[in-house]
């Protein structure tokens, strides 16, 4: 059934002459580059831009916008022009790129620049799209051709960054943290703002069992492991935030299901982000512990934690 579904979609864009969308976001461009670049930088993506040249030839009164982007980094001298002319540099690279190596039309792009506050290679990009419905193509066009040639084929359209699509970005982690009963394997769910702030649970639970002797009775076990942290990105370009939160961790009884021994307390430390995919936490923890048939909890040990984790990132475009 849903394949029959797409069959028929497919089917009905091609009777009625419509293009499917079409998108390409070229990220990390160098730091201050705008008007040149190596061009290697476009080879991950020649798939993505010869399915998109095909479009544009196919379907002739198509056109693409060729967006360029800039972050907010700040330049020691005239920072409030540097950025703009990056952004639109960066777009003329990749209209530049599209016309030689694909033999686009030159007609069918139009060029757009957008600023961003956020700093880092995601801001400084440059992106192509099929848009087969520009109102006010014919007139934009007319004014683009009677420009001085320095100002030929650029319009300056400005788009505003900041809808959740581009900005917002869900992780979804599995991992292993060290705990005062033994490691344990962890599952995380983050959610989290650009590249500056996230909100972070953390649950664990073991799958083996371990062993305690309680008033002389040894008991089957098991750990579990629940706690909340909040994580901050102060310096961009650097993949190290502070982390802070609250972690509880117990020793559990397999014939009652309740703790023996548990431990919760604060954290604050450090994360860091080698790759995109994987994490390193260490932590700080000023423990209260209780021991079953405790009446209050007792500060008698501090610890360290640490933890790796893997990640799966959805969002974030930009």
Known sequence: MFKSMILTAICFALLTGIALPQ???????????GGSVNRDIFKPYLSDLKAI???LSKYPLLRAIVTGGADGHTYRENNDAVNPGLALGRAHILREFLITRFNVDSTQIIIQS??????GGPYRFAGVRIDSNLHDLEARLEKVENRPP??????????????AEENLRL??????????????PIAAATIGWKQIIFAEG?????????????????????????????????VDDLPVGI???WVRMEEISQDYYEY?????????GLRATPFKFLSITGAYNPSNRRFAGDNRSKANNDQFLLSVTTHLTLGGQK
């Open 171 to 184: 992780q979804f982690g599995l991992g292993v943290s060290s705990s005062p009963f033994g490691g344990i």
């Open 202 to 234: 953390v649950v664990g639970h073991t799958f083996w069992n371990s062993d305690f002797d309680f008033r002389g009775t040894e008991l089957d076990t098991k750990r579990r492991l629940v706690g909340g942290y909040i994580i901050f990105y102060p």
């Open 260 to 268: 023996v021994r548990l431990s919760e307390g604060p954290t604050l």
């Open 243 to 245: 982390v802070g939160g």
């Open 114 to 119: 957008e600023d961003n506050n956020g700093k």
């Open 23 to 33: 998108e390409v976001i070229i990220k990390d461009f160098p730091l201050g580059v």
């Open 150 to 163: 320095v100002e030929k084929h650029f319009t300056e359209v400005k788009e505003i960054s900041g809808n």
């Open 53 to 55: 040249s095909d479009t």
